[in-house]
């Protein structure tokens, strides 16, 4: 009766254990993915392209928390190095105090349109700064997109840079943009993403400064009447995973991963090249006065902060980002 009652507890745990390692990889919990703007923003759109790569595998489920649901951009990069937070989509302004290298793409004015930004970001440069995110202890998969950055503000249309002059005007906390700011006359003010829309309304600060897709998602037009087409900046964003999702995955499942990103990547830039056809006009409707400024002001401006980025970045990395064809 023992040897009975004991084979039966024997054969109870081999059918647990075996039914336990039969168990799909659909069936673990879903993968979270944050990312700081709404789900109908670029940001939604590279997520979901993600997700449903990953999905029509059969094995992972992918949970997004848009609107910075999981924190801010920096709670959720040290999430992702913490292993409690899954997936990202994040911005460069944020990613600068992780790995400061990325602050290079950030140079005003280094970025002469669309075509050469994502030709850096594919490039040799874009690619090797992507391993930079391993020594950080986060997993960058690949370069999503925002678009050209453009000052808002609700005091008056900026054409020159002297226009802009006292502007008091939100920031990421960028090094870079915040030294260009405050070598055209800009009051630079770093602040996170969710705080910016109460910052704006009760009048804390005077502006902004995003690219047109941000502009547009976030109903910016709602609380600021000036928009100046300054394209000061080329906006890249990256899409991350953390390092204990992405060590426990099989090769095979790594460059589903890998692929997924570059889906989502391809749907942020869809997206971007949507909204750079049609955003102004929409923003124009919504009672934005939109102004094109003399670029060459802001660059003149802007010059005397290079022999800081060169010395920070070194001159040959930034001259061959400037002179990629």
């Not at 993915?33 to 590279?46: D, E, T």
Request: hydrophobic share 45%; charged share 20%; with cysteine.
């Amino acid at each position: 009766m023992r040897l009975f009652r004991l084979a039966s507890v024997v054969a109870a745990v081999g059918s647990l254990v075996c039914l336990t390692f039969a168990q799909p990889a659909a069936a673990q919990a879903p993968l979270k993915m944050a990312y700081a703007l709404s789900s109908s923003s670029h940001y939604g759109a590279g997520a979901e392209a993600f997700a449903k790569t990953l999905e029509k595998s059969g094995k992972f489920k992918v949970q997004q928390f848009p609107n910075s649901a999981l924190g801010g951009e920096r709670e959720v990069l040290e999430g992702l190095q913490l292993g409690t937070i899954d997936l990202a989509i994040v911005s460069t302004g944020a990613t600068l105090n992780f790995v400061p290298q990325t602050g290079v793409f950030d140079i005003p004015f280094l970025m002469r349109d669309l075509q050469h930004a994502r030709k850096v970001m594919d490039g040799p440069s874009g690619q090797a700064m992507l391993g930079e995110f391993s020594k950080r202890g986060i997993v960058a998969l690949a370069w999503g997109e925002q678009g050209f950055r453009h000052l808002t503000n609700s005091k008056r249309p900026v054409v020159t840079a002297a226009d802009a002059k006292g502007l008091k005007i939100r920031t990421t906390e960028n090094p870079v943009h915040i030294a260009a700011f405050r070598q055209i006359g800009i009051l630079p003010t770093p602040m996170a993403w969710p705080e910016v829309a109460t910052a704006l309304q009760q009048g804390t600060i005077d502006g902004q400064e995003n690219p047109l897709s941000v502009i547009t998602s976030a109903k910016l037009s709602q609380m600021q009447k000036y928009l100046s087409l300054t394209g000061h900046v080329y906006a890249p964003t990256v899409i991350l995973v953390s390092p204990s999702v992405f060590g426990s995955l099989s090769d095979a499942d790594r460059k589903l991963f890998k692929q997924a990103a570059l889906n989502g990547s391809a749907a942020m830039r869809a997206y971007v090249d949507n909204v750079e056809k049609s955003g102004v006009e929409q923003l124009k409707k919504d009672g934005m006065q939109v102004t094109t400024v003399d670029r060459k002001s802001f660059e003149a401006a802007v010059a005397p902060a290079y022999p800081e980025f060169e010395r920070k970045f070194g001159k040959a990395l930034i001259d061959s980002i400037r002179n990629t064809q």
